[in-house]
């Protein structure tokens, strides 16, 4: 499977956007771009996904890179409730089985 | 329907003793995995279950792991002889076909001591 890079973590303020990067410079034309989070003592949530096209959802924003090397998921204003870890994965054939990395920790302060 | 169950929350076993989790997964959720996650770590696939045939399963699943999804619903996951390596979260997630998003439960948190 195709791995990703994203940041540790990410600080911001509630009610500023929040963008988080995420690196898949080997990504293959059939994998889609899955972002899950996880807050605290829950188990993972899905958040939204795409392939080419950036895509919007109630949730969040997908932005992804015209060569597909990368994207950003993007928060429109951050609330206390999405403090947690964010997960950037790849996948191509089941969505369920997910190889999730140590994804990005973001933090916001009032 | 409340989203898929994991029962029970927590559970303390002593080395060598035998566990077994159950995951209710969404009604009508043809899929169902099971994952592990450890702390300060992302969760691992563990293994796949499409209706009632186990599909895939990890290479991390030893032979002292083993799970059931008879008829299709409700899935079972056993540790035998647990060792204190096996100390994690142990989560279930379902999704139903062709469908983009898997549905996670809380979790089981195993702590072998």
């Known amino acids: 499977d195709a791995k990703t890079t994203q940041p540790n973590s990410m600080e911001s303020n509630e009610e500023e956007p929040v963008h988080l990067p995420c690196n898949h410079s080997?990504?293959?034309?059939?994998?889609?771009i899955h972002w899950y989070r996880q807050l605290p003592s829950q188990g993972p949530e899905y958040v939204i996904h795409g392939l080419t096209s950036n895509v919007n959802n109630r949730m969040a924003s997908l932005a992804i890179a015209e060569d597909r090397k990368s994207s950003t998921l993007i928060l429109h204003r951050a609330t206390l409730r999405d403090a947690a870890v964010y997960y950037c994965i790849l996948t191509t054939d089941s969505w369920g089985k997910l190889q999730f990395g140590a994804g990005t920790q973001v933090v916001v302060t009032p | 329907d409340t989203g898929v169950s994991q029962n029970p929350r927590h559970k303390i076993t002593k080395r060598g003793q035998n566990v077994t989790f159950r995951c209710d997964p969404i009604s009508e959720h043809n899929r169902l995995y099971w994952y592990r996650q450890t702390l300060g770590q992302g969760p691992e696939f563990l293994t796949y279950f499409q209706n009632e045939a186990q599909l895939e399963k990890s290479r991390l699943l030893s032979d002292r792991f083993s799970a059931e999804r008879p008829k299709g619903s409700f899935s079972t996951l056993e540790i035998q002889r647990t060792e204190q390596g096996d100390s994690a979260m142990y989560l279930c997630?379902?999704?139903?076909?062709?469908?983009?998003?898997?549905?996670f439960g809380q979790g089981t948190r195993l702590t072998v001591v």
């Open positions: 997630a379902s999704s139903l076909g062709a469908l983009p998003e898997a549905f």
């Open positions: 080997t990504i293959s034309g059939t994998d889609y």
